[in-house]
């Protein structure tokens, strides 16, 4: 079965252009997480789905975030504008609702300068 | 406010040794405790998890403590081996918090030949 798939791997703009990451969850999962690693915080929760609806946006950072899920099998982030404190890996993650633990992709490795 | 925290960012070990990971958390809600292991390039993977009705769960060569009156739970590996040089995450449940998993900020283990 493929696993999570996350595209682009990298992406490098420039400050002020818009963003956007693309994610594909597992087949059959319902739960739909996307998230930010930084040296500093480490792995932040920026927001996740169930069943397509978002539930808890709590981390996004700020309205130049935004994240939907038009469909059971895909989901985007977007950053418009971007900032270069922006840049961190970006992973997208699922679950079924009954497993405890998610499955993440590869990342998308975002680069602002 | 950093819930979960592991204070060491790194940690270096010689194989054949154990190697024992560090994690303290802040929120007594926590039901669920999870171990995630993470190669350069690539997503977090999932490792091993306790339940906090539990003290210890182990398997194989990974082992997880849980000591619920200092809010500290820790992962040991024995013994380490070259392979398990990674990023090791821990993270919790947050039952009161829909559900959602808060991860730490990392420990990179390096298991020296």
């Known amino acids: 079965d493929a696993g999570v798939i996350q595209s682009p791997r990298h992406e490098v703009t420039e400050m002020g252009q818009e963003v956007t990451l693309r994610c594909k969850p597992i087949s059959g999962h319902d739960y739909l997480f996307w998230y930010r690693q930084t040296m500093m915080r480490g792995l932040e929760l920026l927001i996740y789905?169930?069943?397509?609806?978002?539930?808890?946006d709590s981390g996004m950072p700020e309205d130049r975030f935004s994240a939907k899920m038009p469909n059971a099998s895909f989901s985007t982030l977007k950053i418009q504008p971007s900032e270069p404190r922006d840049s961190a890996v970006y992973f997208c993650?699922?679950?079924?609702?009954?497993?405890?633990?998610?499955?993440f992709g590869p990342g998308t490795r975002l680069t602002v300068t | 406010d950093q819930q979960v925290k592991q204070n060491s960012p790194s940690l270096s070990v010689q194989e054949g040794r154990i190697s024992i990971l560090n994690c303290d958390y802040t929120n007594s809600m926590f039901d669920y405790f999870l171990w995630y292991k993470k190669y350069p390039a690539e997503g977090p993977t999932f490792l091993i998890s306790i339940s906090s009705i539990k003290d210890k769960n182990e398997d194989g060569r990974f082992t997880v403590f849980l000591n619920k009156s200092a809010k500290h739970l820790s992962l040991h590996i024995v013994p380490s081996q070259p392979g398990d040089s990674a990023v090791y995450f821990c993270?919790?449940?947050?039952?009161?918090?829909?559900?959602?998993?808060?991860f730490g900020q990392g420990t990179e283990l390096s298991v020296k030949p």
């Open positions: 993270a919790a449940r947050a039952y009161n918090q829909g559900g959602k998993l808060i």
């Open positions: 993650a699922s679950s079924p609702g009954t497993r405890l633990w998610q499955y």
């Open positions: 789905f169930n069943n397509n609806v978002p539930i808890d």
